[in-house]
């Protein structure tokens, strides 16, 4: 069994490398050299529209690699496509990627990938909400396959430290990645029906949550009533939602997480090692090291199983197969 799983890393480690070695920053100068700023230009033109835009590209980017690698197949519309699984029902972004689509079309009809149009915007996201910036190595092609049925490879509100290290380290990533890319809650939201349960009937007591500090709790209840709106947003940084900083991880350290998945990040050693790191007492050196830090793992993420030579294909509308 030991062996078994020695050979499983060992080939995903070639693949990843394999896969980031084929990628490259600049892969457009030549062939479409507006591609990054026209991506960049249209990000910030929907974010100075609603700065939450933001979180939902990077979410959108984290949930294409995470189902067939990072090629651009939850973007593609239908009824039994990822797009319309469960898991991703909650996503928004995807008219921005259309758009900046679209505008590349018309500059470099059939060059730019949607795949490749996702990570730089979720790069784009993250530097216009104050966070790092980082050179995105491109050349991913779009894939033709988008199955509903796939997307349970997701990481879950409700997932154990166990099993989201499970789902990780399936993709080639380990605690440290984990950990940093969670740190991407520091901007967004989610809807009190994915954490409800942990303020009123956690582990079926009848009662809340102990690890959730007790003034958070009485704030969380009074945004989410017991029988109120499910659909009810709330910030996953009750301090800084539409700022890219470390105070998630202060949060967390605090007990002021919103998911439980979250919040379990401080509850096993080797994670909450990661996150105490991170929170530290005050933004500077522990801070500059997430922003880092998080550059390092989102290309690593950006790299999973990404198709590219002539693999897949240049869609020419990101919600439709050619």
Not at 117 to 146: C, F, K, Q
Not at 155 to 180: E, M, N, W
Not at 222 to 241: H, T
Request: hydrophobic share 35%; proline share 4%.
């Amino acid at each position: 069994m030991e062996a078994k799983l020695f050979v499983f890393l060992l080939i995903s480690v070639m693949i990843f490398s394999v896969a980031q070695s084929q990628l490259k920053t600049g892969f457009y100068s030549s062939s479409c050299p507006r591609a990054e700023a026209t991506v960049r230009s249209t990000v910030e033109a929907h974010f100075n529209k609603d700065p939450t835009s933001a979180a939902g590209l990077l979410r959108v980017h984290f949930h294409d690699c995470f189902v067939q690698g990072c090629d651009g197949s939850v973007l593609i519309t239908g009824s039994s496509t990822e797009r319309n699984a469960p898991p991703n029902l909650g996503l928004r972004g995807f008219e921005v990627i259309d758009d900046a689509k679209s505008q590349l079309e018309a500059l470099c009809p059939g060059v730019v990938s949607c795949a490749d149009i996702v990570a730089l915007a979720a790069r784009d996201a993250v530097d216009l909400s104050d966070g790092p910036s980082w050179s995105v190595p491109t050349g991913r092609r779009d894939g033709r396959v988008s199955l509903s049925s796939q997307t349970s490879d997701l990481p879950s509100p409700l997932d154990s430290i166990s099993v989201q290290r499970q789902k990780f380290s399936a993709k080639g990533l380990d605690d440290h990645d984990l950990v940093t890319l969670v740190g991407a809650h520091t901007i967004g939201q989610t809807d009190c029906l994915f954490f409800r349960y942990r303020l009123y009937n956690f582990t079926a007591t009848g009662n809340p949550d102990p690890t959730i500090n007790q003034a958070f709790l009485s704030q969380l209840q009074a945004l989410c009533p017991k029988d109120g709106d499910g659909s009810k947003r709330v910030a996953l940084d009750k301090d800084s939602q539409t700022t890219f900083d470390v105070s998630f991880f202060k949060n967390v350290r605090d007990g002021n997480g919103v998911l439980e998945s979250d919040q379990r990040l401080w509850g096993e050693a080797a994670t909450r090692s990661i996150v105490q790191n991170y929170a530290g007492s005050v933004r500077g050196l522990l801070g500059l090291r997430f922003d880092v830090e998080f550059p390092k793992a989102m290309i690593k993420m950006s790299s999973i199983e990404v198709k590219i030579g002539t693999q897949g294909e240049i869609r020419k509308v990101c919600s439709k197969i050619n």
